[in-house]
């Protein structure tokens, strides 16, 4: 065979990519067929995560896009057939059974009927920033069917009339959980595979905890009807000058130290604030692409990134300033946790301890705090029965679970089915708004505050037991150390 004949040979076996419909269409092919990203993800051999991207602009290659090709062709012909299907006799055409949720409107007004949840996917009668949701967070939990009582057999339940909306499903209770216990199994995978030794078994689970943490939330978030992977456009604050450079975008990370010693002679304690990051997940977080405005305008019900003129702070000599370290002058760009605390501080409840902020620009989108409050749940539980059963391995799998998880948001390349810089600023912004807090209340009580660092770092001189609880939950504190100020921490 000559070269010629050899391209030849090479050409003819090539093949042109399948087609693929437009992302917002792939979408709405899977949920027109009430199918998960879980569903159809287990049955491409892909994660959902995979599938999300591919809702979102990417697109497969290989044999893999033959395949998603083929299911969304296949799909569109289930769906042709289906319409093309006579009405029950019964039924009356002019009945309409909706099935997704209402479009986006500029209100925030009750639903004249129900429409699924956008985070967990269950009727709801209210809308923020027109995105049908629950506005009780104990409402919002995936409906799932009560099995009958052990006394009482089984029965096949009669369909309604074609004419009537099925009933409304109930909700099981907020604690009842049908998340499958991920971290319990993959604990003891890896203690099994390591044969026990749980030095090699916490080494492993660290190094896979970013998508062993993704696969929780996907199960999570099953039922849901927002999307939270994918790659929405972002403003160019929130995309990094260099490949070791930062964004735009002021996190306010404390690193503050009192000069002056504590006004009686004695101990400071250093104390931890247990699962900061863990805490912080539940934080407003905008919802969809963020939306760009101006003016001294800010909606509680939208969160995102705003440009302020910061206050003057008088009080640096007892508290830290709210904004962190920050020694430049003029406005910088802030997230929403640090204005709604500056925005706090100064209302008489809080003294008042400065001037408003003045808002610039914005960009916010429709917002809420319980984006990921079922992962952020699933994660708290196992930690506490970890601290129980003194299970340190679990223990330090879940902290790199949620640690990593909020770090790589970003652009990061260990973790590229999930990229909501604007997430993780306010993620981390909100547990350095949890430390001031906790600051400010023990001042609030008398107590000295020494140090403030960080995310988790609190020194205080004075009975701190009062104020706070000593434990390992995520409500307590731990002792990291005591000392005096003469032997000092530098």
Known sequence: MTDFDAIDALLANTRTPADLPPAEQRRALRQALNLTRTQVAQTLGVSPSTIGGWETGRDPSGETREKYAYFLTAAQEKLRTQNETPAHPEADPTTEHPTTAAPPTDEDTPLPTPHPCVLCGAPAT???????????????????????????????????????????????????????????????????????????????????????????????????????????????????????????????????????????????????????????????????????????????????????????????PYLPNPLGNREEPGPVWVTEPTLRLLQRLATEQYGPLCDPPVIHESFTSGATEQLFEKFRQALRDAREKAITEEDEVTLEYVKSMYSKFVSTMGESNFNRALYRPDWMHIIRSQAFVNLWLKAHKAHTAGLTVMRVMGTDELHIAGNWRQVFTEGRGVTQVKIKDVYTPETSRQ
């Open 126 to 316: 209210d809308q923020v920033e027109g995105y049908p949701q629950h506005l009780n967070p104990e409402d919002c939990t995936h409906p799932a069917p009560h099995p009958p009582t052990p006394t009482q057999p089984q029965q096949t339940p009669t369909p309604p009339p074609a004419h009537q909306h099925p009933p409304t499903p109930r909700h099981p209770p907020h604690n009842q959980t049908r998340t499958p216990d991920l971290i319990a199994r993959a604990v003891h995978e890896a203690l099994d595979t390591h044969h026990g030794d749980t030095q090699a078994a916490t080494a492993e689970l660290q190094r896979r905890a970013i998508p062993d943490a993704m696969t929780l939330l996907d199960t999570c978030r099953i039922g849901a009807r927002y999307d939270i992977v994918g790659h929405p456009p972002l403003p160019d604050i929130l995309r990094k000058k260099s490949a070791h450079g930062a964004d735009e975008v002021w996190e306010a990370r404390p690193h503050w130290t009192r000069l002056d010693p504590p006004p009686t002679p004695g101990e400071v304690t250093a104390l931890d604030i247990n699962g900061a990051y863990l805490s912080a997940l539940k934080t407003h977080l905008p919802l969809g692409a963020l939306e760009y405005s101006t003016g001294n305008v800010h909606s509680r019900r939208r969160a995102g990134i705003h440009l302020i003129t910061p206050p003057e702070w008088d009080h640096h």
